[in-house]
């Protein structure tokens, strides 16, 4: 069973930082790429940030490019998303997923190549 568990979500100021982490568990996490969605209160999700399984790809959404900084740490299992220089625009409650396919390093961004999720953390920016 796998399990992706996200934290570090919370309220910031517009132009703060905060740090979200997902800890993976139940397969092998060094093989599989992983990527962050999110989604804001009436839209659909979209992709924010992937990497490969490898750590050497990454891939980010235009809006967050330059302020969001994906990367992994294979020995603890776990995906990090460093967002900084926070909008207004950015409150959603962020997801992390696991890619289904092993060994992976195109397509990050679509959303059908992934097959687990984590539960959410909800992030804030106030204005």
């Known amino acids: 069973q796998v399990q992706l568990i996200e934290s570090g979500g919370g309220l910031v100021q517009a132009g703060g930082s905060l740090r979200l982490s997902c800890a993976a568990s139940?397969?092998?996490?060094?093989?599989?790429?992983m990527g962050w969605f999110r989604q804001a209160p009436g839209k659909e999700r979209e992709f924010v940030a992937a990497?490969?399984?490898?750590?050497?790809?990454?891939n980010y959404a235009n809006s967050v490019k330059g302020r969001f900084t994906i990367s992994r740490d294979n020995a603890k299992n776990t995906v990090y998303l460093q967002m900084n220089s926070l909008k207004p625009e950015d409150t959603a409650v962020y997801y992390c997923?696991?890619?289904?396919?092993?060994?992976?390093?195109?397509?990050?961004?679509?959303?059908?190549?992934?097959?687990?999720w984590g539960q959410g953390t909800q992030v804030t920016v106030s204005s």
């Open positions: 997923a696991s890619d289904r396919i092993s060994y992976r390093n195109y397509g990050l961004d679509r959303e059908d190549f992934y097959d687990y």
């Open positions: 990497i490969s399984w490898g750590g050497v790809i990454t």
């Open positions: 139940g397969r092998a996490f060094r093989m599989y790429a």
